[in-house]
């Protein structure tokens, strides 16, 4: 789970085999005789089996929020993967660890979980006032524990702050992509693509952004555009909401019509370099995204919006 958030959280596209660990395709054995998911294969044939070695790979792509540049995470995942992991384990499958007491695994696992939640009344975060790489490796067994007893976890005084922590990542809208399901996969059979409801972005068809023009002038300064739309930066959405030229008289008409002066961008998608991805709106309309700042180079033409210039 966490190896697909961080493939979501970085605008990537990857073709998708869900498998039965039961009956292990030899083509997944093949390229990871561990025989455990996730395994990723990537373009150049090398494998990243670890789901943690998968997530610091995604966000090397992409990293809009930043996750990766906010404190050092390491002694936290190490004890998530570890310790925490061992008595979730044997807490929640007890019956295939001869000699495990279930509720001995449980208190260990609350002494750690009380310590997080600890950790999250004073930082706001597991480590910070933002979310870290911790932050994302630890929510999918938080959930895991709450799964195997929701009735203790939500009644613990003790766990409120996880709680809150925790619901951040379930009622975010990435949610239910992050929980998209596909049959498994067989030789000769249907290839299909997570997440299931994106498309890729041509490449040979002009972008469009409409754009502040403070935020414009603003950009020419610093050397990058980073405001994902009106009000709203890159960092606080994770993309830069783009538009194919049909959708934009109805992006100015929800978001600008009383900005006073806003400008659009026109964009080369071929000399952008933050991955690109066309991601379903709640209406189920498809409009592109970036996953980085907008280089100012890519940006070809700039006009005001009511002259747009034609293709």
């Known amino acids: 789970m966490r190896a697909r958030w961080a493939l979501l959280q970085a605008g990537l596209m990857v073709q998708w085999r869900e498998t039965e660990l039961k009956a292990k395709p030899a083509a997944m054995l093949e390229v990871s005789a561990k025989g455990t998911v996730p395994v990723l294969v990537l373009p150049d044939g090398s494998v990243i089996d670890e789901s943690l070695a998968i997530m610091r790979w995604a966000l090397q792509q992409a990293d809009p929020c930043g996750v990766l540049d906010r404190a050092d995470s390491a002694s936290l995942i190490e004890e998530n993967d570890g310790l925490f992991k061992h008595h979730l384990d044997r807490f929640k499958y007890t019956d295939r660890y001869p000699g495990a007491l279930k509720e001995d695994h449980r208190q260990a696992g609350l002494v750690i979980l009380r310590r997080w939640s600890e950790r999250i009344s004073e930082n706001g975060w597991l480590l910070a006032d933002q979310m870290t790489l911790a932050d994302a490796a630890l929510w999918p067994f938080v959930r895991q524990w709450r799964l195997a007893d929701a009735d203790g976890f939500d009644a613990d005084d003790h766990l409120a ?60 300064q610093q050397g990058a555009y980073r405001i994902s739309t009106r009000g709203l930066s890159l960092e606080q959405v994770g ?73």
């Open 239 to 311: 993309f830069i909401h783009l538009s194919w030229q049909e959708q934009l008289q109805g992006t100015f008409d929800r978001f600008y019509a009383d900005a006073g002066v806003v400008l659009t961008l026109r964009i080369n998608p071929k000399l952008v370099s933050a991955p690109l991805r066309a991601d379903a709106i709640p209406t189920g309309a498809l409009f592109p995204h970036l996953y980085g700042p907008l280089p100012l180079a890519s940006v070809v033409e700039v006009s005001p919006y009511s002259s747009l210039p034609a293709c």
């Open 161 to 220: 702050p996880l709680r809150e922590w925790l619901l951040r990542f379930l009622d975010d809208p990435m949610m239910e992509r992050l929980m998209q399901r596909a049959d498994p996969w067989s030789l000769g059979g249907m290839q299909p693509i997570f997440p299931a409801d994106a498309i890729a972005i041509p490449l040979d068809q002009p972008l469009f952004h409409l754009a502040l023009e403070s935020d414009w002038q603003a950009a020419v």
